[in-house]
């Protein structure tokens, strides 16, 4: 919800209402407390982010708007929030949505360090292999979407008790 002041005029022409407009919208940013523009993102969400984008083919996927991970070093989450797919709470990775995207290959072991995911959906794709035992390790996962991948072997036992799902 925004709030703000705002004054009223008898006469209100184009002007005034963008003028007002901005003025809201800067309130609405200032309201924002739990994200700062200068925080670095996690190193080890970077590293996941990283490994997904160089086992799945990312320069081939259908949209990979904002991908740079020709960095050693982590980038700023503000940049990072900018990436087509990615949602970032903080300096923290929160959800990775690349679903009928074109990734072809295999999912990353370094996954297991997305300690705050929520939401992993990367349904509709061209993934093979098994999935990484380190994905027993994300407690805060709630939405898992992987189905119409060529993904083999049975379901891990992890997903039974170590996540909580949706």
Same mark, same amino acid.
Request: hydrophobic share 35%; glycine share 8%; aromatic share 8%.
């Given at each position: 919800?925004?709030? &703000?002041?705002t004054e009223s005029h008898n006469h209100?022409?184009?002007?005034?209402?963008?003028?007002?407009?901005?003025?809201?919208?800067?309130? !609405?940013?200032?309201?924002?407390?739990?994200?700062?523009?200068?925080?670095?993102?996690?190193?080890?969400?970077? !590293?996941?982010?990283?490994?997904?984008?160089? *086992?799945?083919?990312?320069?081939? #996927?259908?949209?990979?708007?904002? #991908?740079?991970?020709?960095?050693?070093?982590?980038?700023?989450?503000?940049?990072? %929030?900018?990436?087509?797919?990615?949602?970032? !709470?903080?300096? *923290? %990775?929160?959800?990775?949505?690349?679903?009928?995207?074109?990734?072809?290959?295999?999912?990353?072991?370094?996954?297991? /360090?997305?300690?705050?995911?929520?939401?992993?959906?990367?349904? #509709?794709?061209?993934?093979?292999?098994?999935?990484? /035992?380190?994905? &027993? /390790?994300?407690?805060n996962l709630r939405f898992f979407r992987?189905?119409?991948?060529?993904?083999? &072997?049975?379901?891990?036992?992890?997903? &039974?008790? !170590?996540?909580?799902l949706a």
């Amino acid at each position: 919800m925004l709030t &703000g002041k705002t004054e009223s005029h008898n006469h209100v022409d184009s002007r005034d209402n963008f003028k007002m407009e901005v003025r809201l919208t800067l309130d !609405a940013v200032k309201n924002i407390d739990e994200y700062d523009l200068n925080d670095v993102l996690n190193a080890n969400d970077y !590293a996941a982010l990283k490994a997904l984008y160089n *086992r799945t083919s990312g320069e081939n #996927w259908t949209t990979n708007t904002g #991908w740079d991970v020709s960095s050693e070093t982590p980038p700023k989450a503000s940049d990072v %929030v900018l990436w087509h797919g990615v949602t970032v !709470a903080g300096s *923290r %990775v929160t959800k990775i949505g690349l679903d009928e995207n074109n990734l072809s290959g295999t999912l990353p072991s370094e996954y297991g /360090s997305l300690s705050k995911l929520q939401i992993l959906d990367l349904a #509709w794709n061209d993934l093979h292999g098994t999935l990484p /035992s380190e994905l &027993g /390790s994300l407690s805060n996962l709630r939405f898992f979407r992987l189905y119409h991948n060529e993904l083999s &072997g049975t379901l891990p036992s992890f997903l &039974g008790g !170590a996540i909580r799902l949706a």
